[in-house]
């Protein structure tokens, strides 16, 4: 079974900063089975990055995505009032077939 | 516009039943890998089951939890997904959302639907 494990927890900073959040996975992931998505409290996620690095349709450039095998890491250059969220990576695999990350919620420091 | 709506939530109590909808519109669902995905109250997402389209097989997977409870499909006539749940615990309450997507992640979601297990 593949985990994800996301750090930090709370990331806690200012408008205007840059973020970057980790995803480490359990066992080697590939990359095209990455994705990344955010979500605000009462809303459904919204699909960011996939393949580990390409950003969805209609993401700003502000957001990026890197990494390979177990680690991975989504970057937001210059933070926006509405970036504070909640993030979380995803995988697909074998075993569970798609498994999340616990999260990453960024707040406003 | 792409939309994926849910409903069929609500109050069901222990070893009860439940049946979810998600209608689709804006594209085209009968090629679409389905999903459904929960969220416990101050949880994070969990991964629930999936449905391929009919030309990639029109095959299950469910996560070990609901393994042999859910049942996930599909009518592609009318641009609706499923999800038939029987003998409902508690730890299935959250809100259950629908989602379109394959390998490469989930880029269309719903809005979702509260489902409570209570007694």
């Known amino acids: 079974e593949i985990v994800l494990t996301q750090s930090p927890s709370t990331l806690s900073l200012s408008p205007g900063e840059r973020a970057t959040l980790s995803c480490r996975a359990s066992?080697?992931?590939?990359?095209?089975?990455l994705a990344w998505y955010q979500q605000k409290p009462g809303q459904a996620p919204r699909f960011l990055i996939y393949g580990a690095s390409s950003r969805a349709t209609g993401i700003p450039d502000r957001f990026s995505g890197s990494g390979s095998g177990t680690d991975f890491t989504l970057t937001i250059s210059r933070l926006e009032p509405e970036d504070f969220a909640v993030y979380y990576c995803q995988q697909y695999g074998s075993s569970p077939l798609y498994s999340f990350g616990q999260g990453t919620n960024l707040e406003i420091k | 516009e792409v939309q994926l709506v849910e409903s069929g939530g609500g109050l069901v109590k222990p070893g009860g039943s439940l049946r979810l909808s998600c209608a689709a519109s804006g594209f085209t669902f009968s090629n679409a890998w389905m999903s459904w995905v929960r969220q416990g109250p101050g949880k994070g997402l969990e991964w629930v089951g999936r449905i391929k389209s009919k030309t990639g097989g029109g095959t299950t997977d469910y996560a070990a939890p609901v393994k042999g409870r859910f049942t996930v499909s599909r009518d592609d006539s009318i641009n609706t997904l499923y999800l038939q749940m029987n003998s409902l615990k508690m730890e299935d309450t959250g809100v259950y959302y629908c989602?379109?997507?394959?390998?490469?992640?989930?880029?269309?979601w719903g809005q979702g639907t509260m489902v409570s297990v209570s007694s």
């Open positions: 066992q080697s992931v590939s990359s095209n089975y």
């Open positions: 989602a379109a997507g394959d390998y490469g992640g989930f880029h269309i």
